[in-house]
C-alpha cells in the first residue's frame, strides 16, 4: 500500500558521548526499491532565547565553536538536562550564561534543528529579563555582550551573528511582532 511507504525497516544507535548519538536508519522509499541507509546525530533537545534586558538591549554570547573552528555569536542557548522542561532550560541557561534572571517567558516556536541531519526539536523563546545579578561571574570562554535591535540587524547582515537557529529566533520574534528593526 503506497501510503505506508516509505518505510523505516532498521534503526542502530551507535552512543559518542553523552550529548551526541549516531543513527542509522534503513529506510526503503517504495516498493522493490533498494534499502538506503541514513544517518543522523541524535542529541537532546536545544533552547533558545532572545533575551531583552530592561534598557531594550538583546543579551548576545561570544563563544569558541570547535566544530566551525572560530569565535561565534550568538544567543543564550543550550541543551536541555535530562527530564528538564524546554521553559526551564531557557530560564537557567539565560542565568547561567548571562548572569540575567528571567522575569516574562513565552515559547515563540519549535521545530527540528536541521531535519536532513540532527534528531531533536530547538525550542525558541523571548525573554524579558530583570537586572543582572551583581555577583554574576561570566564562564570561562564565554564573553557576553549586548546590543540594540538595530545593532543586531546589523551584525545579522554582515554575517558576526550567523548561527542560523539564533537568526530563525530573531525571525521568529519579529513574524510575531515582539520587536521590530
Known amino acids: 500500500m503506497a501510503d505506508s511507504l516509505p518505510k523505516i525497516l532498521a534503526t542502530t544507535r551507535l552512543a559518542v558521548s553523552p550529548w551526541l548519538d549516531v543513527i542509522v536508519r534503513d529506510v526503503q522509499f517504495f516498493d522493490q526499491a533498494s534499502v538506503e541507509s541514513y544517518y543522523a546525530i541524535a542529541q537532546p533537545d536545544y533552547v533558545v532565547a532572545l533575551a531583552i534586558t530592561p534598557d531594550s538591549r538583546v543579551l548576545l554570547v561570544r563563544q569558541y565553536r570547535p566544530a566551525i573552528e572560530r569565535f561565534s555569536l550568538e544567543l543564550p542557548a543550550g541543551l536541555l538536562d535530562p527530564n528538564e522542561d524546554p521553559l526551564s532550560a531557557a530560564a537557567r541557561e539565560l542565568l547561567e550564561e548571562t548572569g540575567y534572571p528571567t522575569k ?68 521568529l520574534a519579529a513574524a510575531r511582532g515582539l520587536i521590530a528593526f
Open 104 to 171: 516574562t517567558i513565552e515559547l515563540i516556536g519549535q521545530g527540528a534543528t536541521c531535519s536532513s541531519r540532527i534528531s531533536n526539536t530547538t525550542y525558541s523563546f523571548f525573554i524579558r529579563t530583570a537586572g543582572r545579578r551583581p555577583d554574576f561571574v561570566e564562564e570561562p570562554g564565554i564573553c557576553v555582550s549586548s546590543a540594540s535591535l538595530g545593532e543586531l540587524r546589523a551584525l545579522m547582515l554582515s554575517g558576526e551573528f550567523a548561527e542560523q537557529t539564533h537568526v530563525g529566533a530573531v525571525a
